[in-house]
């Protein structure tokens, strides 16, 4: 029956609708006008509607809106199927493989003209409004963006608070028609808070529908235009555009000829299909960077989990108050991290350990007063501490041939740094700094502006685009979520916007599933700088009092470096506590970050995830595994390895015992020898995971 | 009874009350305490209330405000006599002498401090606040300044309408209780209005009472904290500050500790004691700069005022459009007026009369679409149009011994402006420029920033401090108004930031009386770049259909060079004017732009001004004599000359017949011996001036 009307549907409206789809045709999205010319689209999934009619259209400011009295003028239709190759990813050869329908509206109204580009893949459909070059519509203001995603079942959702300036929340599970955002714990450990109401999540917004399709909501290429939210209405199963507004309530301003960010909609039933997909990627346009050879991938150390822990601080003088400052009263207080001593203690486990690079934070001035205080002239991110000696740092690790890693936190008052990016860069330049990790910690300069707003997005693009000219990558912490970007600008190694383990240090921290559903979430638009590898879990090891630990098993973040890709891996633990551990801590000095292939074996949004990786330019293989709060035993086959070869496994793996909570530091390391003909039986602890490296035998 | 009344006033609030006087002791301050602990002061010139009972305070936002509740905790006084010399000036010594109160408060309900600083000068009382350091009160929110002046009464007022983004009015001339903006021609030729409300005028604030007291508000010292308009309560004769908000509707993020602007009442019978008065200077910090050899005064010619009268344009294509520059349809279209062979055209021009610079403005790209769309992205300040050689034309001035003047026009994108500033100026290094102007058409970006805000002054006083790093020379165009910045970075050596000549070339213009406003006003707080010396009066000899006109006779313009202090004074008509005028043009040529000492002769704001400024390291004097739209006789006593010495004057004054409208170019120039002991009769036409050159005979 449901059938049947749906082709009825399709002869009714024949002249003003169009199909397209997938090249395996499971799926076929439906364009058409409403009888009061507004666009309009459906999803159908194996013949199955996933997305029932759904409005499109754009609100302008102080003119004619563009979601109305629309004709159609013409259709285009074409097919591509090409390989693009990523600097880093991971995998070397990417699929993009769509039908594409473009269709070319004029407003009967107005005259103007506005296109509609959809695309339709395999695992999923993606469209964008295009703004034509065009006599009477030149520059435009975004007021509203008003597309609709109108799901046909009560889901399970994973979702985020629509939060404007963080994605630092864990992940609430529910049905569509229980979100609501008043009920989630706000004693999660995020500073700085900015939820727009109790309707409204964040994208990616991955879903599974009781028949066990998966769905998932988001957006590609972000680029000129504020981060897109999600409002609900709960009981209609309807999502819509929330564009995040500027300091003045405006969201977007454009110039024609341009276009939106790509909005999409993941659709399969094997929850693999999402996880690995790389459409975000695909949907960016190509590298920009002509000479790319400066962009490397990077294991690292670095004073930072030192201060997460209460160890040592950011800040010289411990007094978190500059206004001692200018009474010359700026002291040392004994704590400081980031020494001449103690960055070269680091800088020597790195060389030790065949690590890429050191990363320093609190090397500069301006820690006394940097939070919370809406201050515009904290760091002029030159300015070296008096104990941090950056030519004797710099001299020392280079003569070890290891990287320093420069940091750059911005405290959110984005206007002060762009002032200063230049002498930044070029001071990283002076002392062969290759690599920044940046942060945005804190209420936003320009004041009214929000971390997901354009002028935001478009700052954060703009470094990118600076730190290439600069021969530079980034890793940007508490920056917008990453919309595939770094295909176009691939300097943008990585990014945090993301819960990071880091809130397992001081806080409720990160529930064991968490790790589960950022690969489904988060990682779709882009590699996380997670900083896993966390031995020594609880807290209590370094205070008693304490009772803040990582919630997941040791072995479980040894698996995270499998299954959080990124090309910028930290070993973020101290190094006094991977010396106790030297058997384990061989799997983070062994595995790869940059890979050849990825092919991920057993998935499930919010409880496992298995993924299996081949490191570029080598033979070796790694698997990750992990679970949610949940044990878990399954069975892989090992044939993705070579079959013409033998290969030695490295199995760390939960102890018998293990359990996040209680025992998580139980492991057990199991070397055997297998084939692509071997299946191997894991067992993850609650809260665990395995971690295996395959290195070829000659 | 006036006086006895006071006498009892004083007497009944003694505890709570101090008085301080004037070096000369015609002025006195009164502070006291309201009962409800509200700082108030009023203000008496020989023994007349000028300034009524007025209150003091701030509000704070999201805490106790600090207008209440207030006790003394102690009392400070001290007396300054000091001589301090400006890098350029009017004068090479400046005195600053006064009579200081400082009151320190605290506040009975929150136990934080503030302090109030009053100085007496003999032309005028001066008060800031200072937030003293202390542990309760540390980042804070000025969400409004609650200042009052209240009047004693209906004096006539020169007032310009309170608008956040522009001071580029022409004065309208009434009574304190006729001041409503809504009265005003919105027909002025100013592109972007943001006028606060009908009941708000700016500062400075120039007023003459029935009794011929003359009275002037306005402040100095605006760092770090928004421009001050004035609300008014015109039945009242009540003024009170208006802090210009921020995007969000806040007014000053400060640290403690810090201070205020100083609100300024200057206070005279004398108008001479007001247009001369360098309080406004002497309340600045002193000069920051070290190495001051690089701030030289200038007189420069440029390609400027044939783009005004629509001879040339700033753009290269001339479309306007930047749509077409995607597609390669940048195309010059003939009109350009930055070209090379232009340039050196003015170069010569420059070289031949001894000028020392010349001004290019739209050698960049950008300028098809620069105004009225708040683009963000438009100039990168280091990109030429493809028809100015940069290098060539430096090259062409260097060997005529011509220094270059770099233009940066932002169109009020200062987001862009500050990311790309560092590089605009290293390109300025490369080439030699030593000197910038400036420009800031247009809304503010970041979006909701006024000119006038918190933001905007930080970002006028930023570029001052880069560009004195860097040696360079400021004059910056639609910034806000000055307010005695200049003694602290002298290198900020002129700003527009009011209503300039240009306006005369397509607009209604400026009435003649407006040149003898500005002193009293604008030019208190700095110097302006008004670009006087149009000798091509009417707009017809460009165009028959034109009916534009400068609004003075070509003697006052001359005139200009002497009254409208500025060390860098633009010679701003087209070369072949001057060359068709060589007898007139020679006092250009001839007058000094920097000056050992300057007396006011004759003033009368809004009537006429009679300046003579002697030379600084030289033995001339020039003389600058102007009046409104009424002709004018006077005799002038040139005892101002060195008594042993005998000089050349040369008199450029109107014809007989010249008249600012029927006759604008009459002019008669006459060569004469004078001494100390001469008298010289002047007589100014209607809307005209009179310019003497005064050379020693050996």
């Keep these: 029956m449901r059938k049947l009307s749906l082709l009825v549907l399709f002869f009714c409206t024949i002249s003003n609708a169009q199909n397209i789809a997938s090249p395996s045709k499971n799926l076929i999205l439906s364009f058409q006008l409403t009888k009061e010319g507004t666009p309009s689209y459906s999803v159908q999934y194996k013949n199955k509607t996933i997305v029932s009619e759904s409005s499109l259209g754009i609100k302008l400011k102080e003119t004619t809106s563009l979601d109305a009295n629309f004709k159609i003028d013409s259709i285009g239709q074409k097919s591509v199927n090409e390989i693009w190759h990523p600097v880093l990813g991971e995998q070397s050869n990417v699929k993009n493989n769509y039908n594409q329908l473009k269709v070319s509206l004029s407003q009967t109204t107005t005259n103007r003209r506005l296109n509609i580009i959809f695309k339709v893949y395999d695992e999923g459909v993606a469209f964008r409004y295009e703004f034509p070059k065009q006599s009477n519509l030149n520059y ?361 383990n880091e809130f397992n240090a001081w806080s409720v921290g990160n529930p064991p599933m968490h790790e589960t559903i950022l690969p489904f979430t988060r990682l779709l638009g882009g590699p996380m700088d997670y900083t896993p590898g966390i031995f020594e879990i609880k807290m209590s090891h370094y205070d008693k009092s304490k009772t803040e630990q990582v919630h997941t098993t040791l072995a479980k973040q040894l698996a995270l470096y499998v299954t959080m890709y990124s090309p910028v891996q930290m070993a973020a633990d101290l190094p006094e506590n991977y010396e106790r551990y030297p058997e384990a801590f061989q799997f983070i000095k062994d595995v790869a970050v940059d890979w050849q292939d990825s092919k991920y074996l057993e998935a499930e949004p919010g409880d496992y995830l298995t993924v299996a990786r081949k490191e570029k330019n080598g033979e070796r293989w790694f698997l990750g595994a992990i679970t949610d709060e949940h044990a878990r035993d399954t069975q892989i086959k090992l044939d993705f390895l070579s079959s013409n070869k033998k290969y030695k496994a490295v199995i760390y793996q939960d102890g018998k015992d293990a359990d996040w909570k209680n025992n998580p530091k139980n492991y057990d390391i199991e070397t055997i020898e297998v084939t692509s003909k071997s299946k191997i039986k894991l067992h993850l602890a609650n809260g665990g995971g395995t971690a295996i490296s395959f290195q070829p035998i000659n």
Tied chains: 1, 2.
């Design 140 to 500: 435009f203001i975004i007021s509203d963006e008003k597309t609709q995603f109108n799901l046909t079942g009560n889901h399970k959702v994973f979702w985020l608070p629509g939060d404007f300036d963080s994605q630092e929340y864990p992940y609430t599970e529910s049905k569509i028609s229980e979100i609501n955002t008043d009920n989630i714990d706000r004693n999660n450990g995020i500073g700085l808070k900015s939820i727009a109401g109790k309707s409204i999540v964040q994208s990616p917004l991955m879903m599974k529908s009781e028949e066990g399709v998966y769905v998932n909501i988001f957006e590609a290429a972000v680029v000129n235009y504020p981060v897109m939210h999600l409002d609900v209405a709960p009981e209609k199963y309807q999502f819509s555009s929330h564009l995040v507004p500027n300091a003045i309530g405006d969201k977007a301003y454009l110039q024609a000829p341009c276009v939106s960010p790509w909005r999409t909609i993941m659709i399969s039933d094997d929850a693999r299909d999402i996880v690995s997909s790389k459409m975000i990627f695909s949907l960016n346009e190509p590298c920009k960077i002509e000479d790319t050879s400066f962009i490397k991938p990077m294991k690292f150390v670095g004073v930072w989990w030192e201060m997460h822990i209460g160890k040592s601080t950011w800040d010289y003088a411990g007094s978190q108050n500059a206004q001692n400052a200018a009474d010359g009263q700026l002291k040392p207080y004994g704590k400081h991290g980031a020494t001449t001593e103690n960055t070269k203690r680091y800088i020597d486990f790195a060389a030790k350990n065949g690590f890429d690079g050191v990363l320093v934070e609190g090397w500069n001035t301006g820690w006394e007063d940097w939070f919370g205080n809406w201050k515009e002239n904290v760091f002029d991110f030159v300015t070296p501490y008096p104990d941090f000696n950056l030519k004797e740092v710099t001299d020392y690790a280079k003569a070890k041939g290891v990287n320093m890693i420069m940091h750059h936190e911005t405290s959110g008052s984005v206007a002060n740094y762009e002032r200063h990016l230049d002498r930044a860069f070029k001071l990283m330049k002076d002392y062969g700094y290759t690599a920044v990790k940046s942060g945005y910690v804190g209420r936003i300069i320009p004041r009214g502006e929000f971390h997901d707003g354009q002028t935001m997005v478009n700052h954060y693009n703009f470094v990118a685009q600076r730190a290439a000219e600069n021969k530079i990558m980034v890793d940007s912490h508490e920056s917008s979520r990453p919309t595939g970007f770094n295909r176009t600008y691939p300097n943008y190694v990585a990014a945090e916007a993301a819960r990071g």
